[in-house]
C-alpha cells in the first residue's frame, strides 16, 4: 500500500539501533501500514542496507526517511525527503536537497519520492538541534508552517515532530483542522495504545519510534489502537 492517504500508523526504525529478528518480524508483521527507515544520527550506507535486507522478507511497504546522501540506496518503495520548515538553518530547509537534486536529479524518480514539511516542537530531540529548530512556536505559527507547507509549497506531508516527547493534542487538532489535502504526520513519544489513540483522532498518520526499542508489547499495541 504506497498511497500514504490509505495510512494511519507507521513505525520508524532507526538503523542506528539494535533491533533482534525475533522483534523485528513482530514489527514487520504488526499490521502497520509501514515501515519508515530513519533518524537523526549515525546513518549510513552499511547499516540502511542491512535494516532494508532483513525487512524485504516481509510485505510491509517500506520507506526511507533521506537524513544523509550518502545512505540513499535503490530498493525502497517510496523515498520520504524532510525539510525542517522551522530551522533556522537554509541548509535543512532546502540547502542539502539543492545540492542533491543538482546531482542526481536527472536520475531521480519522482514518481517514488515524496517531501516532508517538518516542524520539529521538541527542543531537546536531536533532530531539533541538529538543525537548529526554533522549536519556541506558539499554535498560531504551528498552523501557519502547515498552511506554507499545504498552500504555498502543495507538500504532501505536514511532519508535527516531537520525537522523544509526547506532544500537545490541542495542537495537533488545530493543524489538522487547518490542513485539507495535506496528509498530517504526527511522531513523538507515544509510549501506550491510549495515547495512539489520542493522537490518531487528530493526525492523519501515527509515527511510533522509541518504544519499539523499550518496550515492544507496547508498541504493537498501537497499531490496533488507531485503527
Ligand atoms: C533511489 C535512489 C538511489 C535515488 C537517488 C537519488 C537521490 C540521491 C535522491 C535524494 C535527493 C534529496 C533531495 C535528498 C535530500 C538530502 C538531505 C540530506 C536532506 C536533509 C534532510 C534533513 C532535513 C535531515 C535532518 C534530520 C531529520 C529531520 C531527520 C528526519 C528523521 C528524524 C526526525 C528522525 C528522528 O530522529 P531522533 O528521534 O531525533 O533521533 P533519536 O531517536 O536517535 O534520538
Ligand atoms: O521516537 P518517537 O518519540 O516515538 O518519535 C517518532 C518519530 O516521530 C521520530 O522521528
Ligand atoms: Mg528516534
Redesign the pocket.
Known amino acids: 500500500m504506497y498511497d500514504i492517504n490509505e495510512w494511519r500508523h507507521a513505525f ?1 526504525l ?1 538503523p ?2 539494535y533491533i533482534s529478528d525475533e522483534d523485528l518480524e513482530k514489527i514487520c508483521e504488526s499490521g502497520t501500514d509501514a515501515l ?1 527507515i ?5 546513518i549510513t550506507l552499511e547499516n540502511v542496507l542491512d535494516l532494508m535486507a532483513r525487512v524485504r522478507r516481509y510485505t510491509v511497504p517500506c520507506i ?6 550518502e545512505s ?5 518503495d517510496l ?6 520548515l522551522n ?1 533556522t538553518e537554509v ?3 532546502t ?7 543538482k ?3 536527472d ?3 519522482w514518481e ?2 515524496l ?2 514539511g ?1 516542524c ?1 516542537l521538541n527542543d531537546e ?4 538541534s ?2 537548529a529548530a526554533n522549536t519556541d512556536l506558539t499554535a498560531d505559527d504551528v498552523r501557519a508552517y502547515a498552511m506554507m507547507a499545504e498552500k504555498m509549497l502543495h507538500l504532501p506531508i505536514f ?1 508535527l ?1 516531537y ?2 516527547k509526547y506532544g500537545d493534542p490541542a495542537i495537533v487538532k488545530e493543524v489538522k483542522e487547518t490542513l485539507e489535502t495535506t496528509a498530517l504526520f504526527y ?2 513519544g507515544i509510549q501506550s495504545a491510549q495515547q495512539a489513540k489520542e493522537m490518531a483522532a487528530y493526525a492523519d498518520v501515527v509515527v511510533v ?2 518504544i519499539i526499542y523499550s518496550d515492544l508489547k507496547a508498541a504493537l499495541q498501537t497499531v490496533e489502537a488507531v485503527r
Open positions: 520508524k532507526d542506528n539501533k519508515i530513519g533518524g537523526t544520527d549515525g526511507l526517511e533521506i537524513s544523509t546522501i540513499v540506496t535503490p530498493g525502497f523515498y520520504f525527503i524532510p525539510s525542517v530551522s541548509k535543512w530547509i540547502g542539502l536537497h539543492h545540492e542533491a537534486v546531482e542526481y536529479g536520475i531521480m524518480n517514488e519520492i517531501v516532508q517538518y520539529i530531540c536531536k533532530a531539533a541538529v538543525t511532519y515532530e520525537s522523544g511522531g513523538g519510534g522509541n
